[in-house]
């Protein structure tokens, strides 16, 4: 008995996922979908993978279970699976997959059961969206008619998706026996996985369990709350339905709703997280499966899907003139700038602030300053100069300063949550502006987040109508 990792990464994205059962609730005969006429294959079920338009496949692993008594169960190490791309719905344009990896739990009694898993992530990759088949899960004949057999496969599909959020994943895969023969309740420990810093824990949790108990209630807690969704109830998730987002699976064999109608010994659930299940800032979550002490479960596989949060940062430009030149157009403008982080979890660091002034306009030497900030940072003027303090020019017309706590003349500093920075230079109008044109002036900053290092960037545009006479002068 174990529970292995598989998988761990962080990339803008999601986790998502398919599966069905392979033998009939009641009869526990190996099911075989109608519209399969090959005769070589005598077990076949599907499951629909829907992925969106923008999502890329990055990791796919196929798990699949047998739980049976004193059956040689080493011996289902061998599927056959048919992805989208496979023009045909013979045995032989589907691709054999034998697992090199098992878990089996051995039982002195009436059930044990044995796990396997495979990465099948170029199959995926060539299939993306669509119908999902596992084939000949029993390799010998005599499995094909055991009464007791209770089977199933769940594919866990890792992607990445540009308008996707930044989120951290992982998957654990092995076999765990739960109830009168083995004991209850049992947990494992996932590791080395870092949840948001701050704020709610949102993302997926995805588990694979089988039950051979129909009507005993069962629990699967990710720290200590049970996980539950529309037809998962925190008392029965075992309840032989399986789920995606809180919505009936797409599968054969077809579901049915109420929950509890046992169309299935075999669950793949993808559950929302809402936030209350797993605190802020750990490092390792606790996985418990439990059930009454008359009943018997297996817990397979469980992946994540932690959501990370962003950066968001409010930026805002204003000006003004502040002294006007005997010619009424080449006057001193005054520009302001605040940066906010709005976030409401997520911590930015290396804060840095950048303007390039346009050709119309020549920066005033000595003239960049901190107006304020409420992290306790400096605050007063800055030089020109490099590595002095937190501000200098590069190129004459470039301003760099770098924001936040514990900034320094070398690196930007951090903002937390509700921290901000206000800053202030100046600039000349050159001849090259026409009175009445538009002088439009546009700043950058640039943060990290603290949890991710993913650099995230802020514009804000300034607009300046160059006067046409002392009087008046326009500006915005």
């Known amino acids: 008995m174990a529970m292995n990792n598989l998988y761990n990464d962080r990339y803008k994205g999601d986790l998502t996922m398919t599966g069905s059962s392979l033998t009939n609730p009641t009869t526990h005969k190996w099911l075989k979908a109608p519209q399969i006429t090959d005769p070589s294959i005598y077990v076949a079920t599907r499951g629909k993978l829907s992925l969106p338009v923008t999502a890329t496949v990055e990791r796919a692993f196929l798990v699949w279970t047998v739980v049976g008594p004193e059956a040689d169960l080493t011996k289902s190490s061998t599927v056959y699976l048919r992805t989208p791309a496979s023009a045909t719905a013979l045995l032989s344009d589907a691709t054999k997959i034998t697992s090199t990896s098992v878990e089996i739990f051995p039982s002195p009694y009436l059930m044990q059961g044995s796990s396997f898993y495979a990465d099948v992530t170029n199959l995926v990759k060539a299939g993306k969206s669509g119908d999902y088949w596992i084939y000949n899960l029993a390799s010998t004949p005599s499995m094909q008619e055991d009464d007791y057999v209770k089977a199933g496969w769940g594919l866990y599909v890792f992607y990445k998706d540009p308008i996707a959020s930044y989120k951290v994943y992982t998957i654990y895969w092995g076999i765990l026996g739960i109830g009168v023969e083995f004991g209850t309740p049992k947990s494992f420990v996932v590791n080395g996985i870092q949840t948001p810093k701050l704020g709610p824990v949102l993302g997926h949790v995805g588990v694979i369990t089988a039950f051979t108990t129909a009507d005993e209630p069962d629990s699967v807690y990710v720290q200590n709350t049970p996980l539950s969704d529309a037809y998962t109830p925190p008392d029965d998730f075992d309840n032989s339905i399986s789920t995606i987002d809180g919505n009936l699976m797409d599968t054969w064999p077809t579901q049915t709703a109420p929950a509890n109608e046992n169309t299935e010994e075999f669950q793949t659930k993808l559950i929302s997280l809402t936030g209350t299940e797993i605190m802020p800032n750990v490092n390792s979550i606790t996985v418990k499966h439990d059930v009454p002490v008359d009943g018997i479960d297996f817990l397979l596989a469980t992946g994540f899907a932690f959501q990370l949060n962003e950066i968001l940062l409010t930026h805002t430009k204003s000006n003004q003139i502040v002294s006007i030149a005997p010619d009424g157009i080449h006057n001193t403008v005054e ?87 206000t800053l202030s230079y100046r600039a000349t109008i050159n001849n090259n502006a026409a009175p009445g044109s538009r002088i439009t002036n546009t700043s950058n900053v640039t943060i990290k987040s603290a949890e991710t290092d993913e650099v995230f960037s802020s514009t804000a545009t300034s607009n300046l109508t160059v006067p046409l006479n002392t009087r008046g002068i326009p500006f915005l």
């Open 335 to 421: 520009y302001t700038v605040k940066v906010t982080n709005i976030t409401p979890y997520t911590i930015g660091k290396d804060a840095v602030f950048y303007d390039t002034l346009p050709n119309t306009l020549t920066y005033v030497p000595e003239s960049m300053r901190i107006v304020d900030n409420n992290y306790g940072g400096y605050t007063g003027s800055l030089t020109d100069a490099s590595g002095d303090d937190l501000g200098y020019i590069s190129g004459g017309n470039t301003i760099h300063i770098n924001l936040g706590k514990n900034a320094t003349p070398s690196m930007g500093g951090s903002l937390e949550p509700e921290q901000y920075v």
